[in-house]
């Protein structure tokens, strides 16, 4: 039986953070590792109200932004430009023809509070959904059917709160 599309994009982020976390630990930058697409518009998640302290919660200025960029629907699709900080989020979904760039000192890091971390149902190939009943925790960067998608920049996403 395939796995979901969804299952897959997830499975498939998750192993490209880790192999450019490695890269970027290697090498002190992400860039050039694999020349990503120019946009057209480029945005900030500043503009959006995200405050990159390492305190502040940036969870509704992420999902904002996305909103924005899958509505506008650009030629071209439109890059989500993070700037240098701490940026502590909940769970966000991306959209098509975007690229997520971190720059250079910026973290996204995953908030432990878990009104951020909405329960979807369980897929029934892994985790809650077999071994114990009920819905899960949603993925830290996720989204569905997506195409032409990029994360990228001159950074690192940290997955544990310390």
Same mark, same amino acid.
């Given at each position: 039986?395939?796995?979901?599309?969804?299952?897959?994009?997830?499975?498939?982020?998750?192993?490209?953070?880790?192999?450019? %976390?490695?890269?970027?630990?290697?090498?002190?930058?992400?860039?050039?590792?694999?020349?990503?697409?120019?946009?057209?518009?480029? %945005?900030?998640?500043?503009?959006?109200?995200?405050?990159?302290?390492?305190?502040?919660?940036?969870?509704?200025?992420?999902?904002?932004?996305? +909103?924005?960029?899958?509505?506008? =629907?650009?030629?071209?699709?439109?890059?989500?430009?993070?700037?240098?900080?701490?940026?502590?989020?909940?769970?966000?979904?991306?959209?098509?023809?975007?690229?997520?760039?971190?720059?250079?000192?910026?973290?996204?890091?995953?908030?432990?509070?878990?009104? $951020?971390?909405?329960?979807?149902?369980?897929?029934?190939? +892994?985790?809650? $959904?077999?071994?114990?009943?009920?819905?899960? +925790?949603?993925?830290?960067?996720?989204?569905?059917?997506?195409?032409?998608?990029?994360?990228? $920049?001159?950074? =690192?996403?940290?997955?544990?709160?310390?």
């Amino acid at each position: 039986m395939a796995a979901p599309p969804l299952l897959l994009l997830v499975g498939a982020l998750a192993l490209l953070a880790q192999e450019q %976390v490695a890269r970027c630990d290697a090498a002190a930058t992400c860039v050039g590792v694999a020349p990503a697409k120019r946009r057209p518009e480029v %945005v900030s998640i500043a503009d959006f109200g995200g405050v990159g302290d390492g305190r502040t919660l940036n969870t509704w200025a992420f999902r904002k932004a996305v +909103y924005r960029i899958q509505h506008r =629907r650009r030629r071209g699709g439109t890059e989500l430009r993070v700037p240098a900080g701490t940026w502590v989020t909940g769970s966000f979904n991306l959209t098509s023809h975007m690229t997520l760039f971190l720059a250079r000192g910026a973290v996204l890091r995953a908030t432990r509070d878990a009104a $951020g971390w909405p329960l979807v149902e369980p897929l029934p190939s +892994y985790g809650r $959904g077999r071994e114990l009943p009920g819905a899960r +925790y949603a993925s830290f960067i996720g989204g569905d059917g997506l195409r032409d998608v990029v994360i990228t $920049g001159e950074c =690192r996403v940290a997955t544990v709160c310390s």
